[in-house]
């Protein structure tokens, strides 16, 4: 865990961590989100998003909680590059990752085949947040869909010029709408929430099928993962503290209910060796407990 500290401090000095956004890789650009619980002063900037830079067009990854984020990034580059975003690509459902949507409604926009429907179920819940976190800002902030998908292990290719990415749909795992965005040419994975950093993994989906995927992209040739919320890092700081992480919960979960414990115990209790290794982590790893513990108990 030292170790991990050292290299994100190292990576942090690297880059200029006031500029909106950093050039983490040749034409690969990227706007790190503040580490905010929904509960904590959400002002839709709390995960990250970028974009990456081909000869012809510019492929947008995540547009952010709110039209304002998704503008400023779009400022950005109509200030620094002549190619039109073509592409926006959603890496899934949640609401801090796609209400900027608005601001790039010319471009083809992404998802996972299950993305609308996901978007569509959680749509009454996020509109009461954002008119309660955000205010007026939610009303320049409508959900706009995506026009285009992805199914599950058929991998869509986008060239952007002599540059080509990949984007993969995966089983549920994060969510039941996770999409991974790789760049062949840098070895750049924006992995969406299927990685955190520093702050406590979200599970939204199925932790066995999670844990599958987190081994899987663990299997490919990968020089840095840029992870929904955190500092990018190599995949080995990147995807073993989540796997880490996931599998204790699991274990502890299985372990309780074998022991005929309750959930209240689970929830003080479950993942509690992992507690000083995450941030927000009390209120992430109870809302985890809260949703796995019950699925668990039939299985
Ligand atoms: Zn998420």
Known sequence: MLKHHIFIFLLLVAINVNAFVQEIGPGVFVHIGKHLDIDDG?????????????????????????????????KYISENFKQPVKYLINTHAHLDHVYGNVVFSDADIYGHKGLPKALKSRADIYQRINERYLGKISER??????????????????????????????????????????DEKTKILWSGDLVFSERTPVVDGDIHGFLETLEEI????????????????????????????????????????????????????AASDQKDKWLLFDIQNKRNVNLIFPIMEWE
């Open 42 to 74: 959400y002002d839709g900037d709390i995960c990250n998003i970028g974009f990456i830079v081909g000869n012809d067009s510019i492929a947008v990854i995540d547009s952010g909680g709110s039209y304002l984020v998704a503008n400023e990034l779009l």
């Open 218 to 269: 663990n299997k490919q040739d990968i020089n840095l993962v840029i992870p929904g919320h955190g500092v990018p890092s190599s995949k080995k700081y990147a995807i073993q503290p989540m796997i880490e992480y996931l599998d204790t919960l699991r274990t502890d979960i299985r372990q309780f209910i074998d022991n005929g414990e309750s959930l209240e115990f689970a929830l003080e209790n």
């Open 141 to 182: 902030s409508p959900l706009i869909l995506p026009n285009k998908f992805v199914e599950i292990n058929k991998p869509e290719f986008i060239d952007l010029g002599n540059r080509k990415i990949r984007l993969q749909a995966h089983q549920v795992a994060h969510t039941e709408s996770d999409l991974t965005v790789f």
